[in-house]
């Protein structure tokens, strides 16, 4: 099983960025892909994730209303769009995939390596 995350880099406080995690040894409709984050000094956080199965959805509070989750199951993909984001955003965003949905880091048995956000103020 391999989850390949892309999209990261640098933005001021304010912008967007949207970032992908590609799925392959897995079907992505049969699994719960999530985003998580961490920042130096900082525990890992649930970001997102979504159910490929029925399309059901969580975020966490410090994201809600700013970031969005979609599947593209044709492309074995979810993508994650972050607006207005903020210098607190700032972190290693890691995707992983889980049979459960949830924020909770043991729910998920896949993970991937990362792609680096950064966002300045």
């Known amino acids: 099983v391999q989850l390949q995350a892309s999209g990261g880099g640098l933005v001021q406080a304010g912008g967007s960025l949207r970032l992908s995690c590609a799925a392959s040894?897995?079907?992505?409709?049969?699994?719960?892909i999530g985003w998580f984050r961490q920042a130096p000094g900082k525990e890992r956080e649930g970001v997102s994730c979504?159910?490929?199965?029925?399309?059901?959805?969580y975020y966490g509070a410090s994201v809600k209303g700013r970031f969005t989750i979609s599947n593209d199951n044709a492309k074995n993909t979810v993508n994650l769009q972050m607006n207005n984001l903020k210098p607190d955003d700032t972190a290693l965003y890691l995707c992983a995939a889980s049979k459960r949905l949830g924020g909770k880091a043991y729910f998920y048995d896949y993970w991937g390596k990362g792609t680096l956000v950064t966002v300045s103020s």
């Open positions: 040894g897995i079907t992505s409709d049969d699994y719960v």
């Open positions: 979504i159910s490929g199965t029925d399309g059901s959805t």
